[in-house]
Nanobody, 115 residues
């Protein structure tokens, strides 16, 4: 069983930066996709960035956010630069096992960007 714990959220000003981390523990498989999603109140949960052999970004964050991972630390990161008020959301880490087609979510970390 895989567990995910996000950290790094908080309050930032417009134009500021934050770095989110997602610590992965448990039985980690090789063929996985790691992703960051975000959800605003009353909205659906949307993919922000994803990484396996390549990286994918949502158009709204491309050029401002960078997803990366450190396999030696089993940690996923999301570097968020030039933050905007519309980036305010609860950010979730997701582990997706490609072979078993099953996923695990973290508990989320809140990001709030003030104008």
């Amino acid at each position: 069983q895989v567990q995910l714990v996000e950290s790094g959220g908080g309050l930032a000003q417009t134009g500021g930066s934050l770095r989110l981390s997602c610590q992965v523990s448990g039985s980690i498989r090789r063929m996985v996709t790691m992703s960051w999603y975000r959800q605003r109140p009353g909205d659906q949960r949307d993919m922000v960035a994803s990484i396996n052999t390549a990286t994918i970004y949502a158009p709204a964050v491309k050029g401002r956010f960078t997803i990366s991972k450190d396999d030696t630390k089993n940690t996923l990161y999301l570097q968020m630069n030039n933050l905007k008020p519309e980036d305010t959301a609860l950010y979730f880490c997701r582990y997706y096992n490609i072979e078993s087609r099953s996923g695990v979510w973290g508990q989320g970390t809140q990001v709030t960007v003030s104008s």
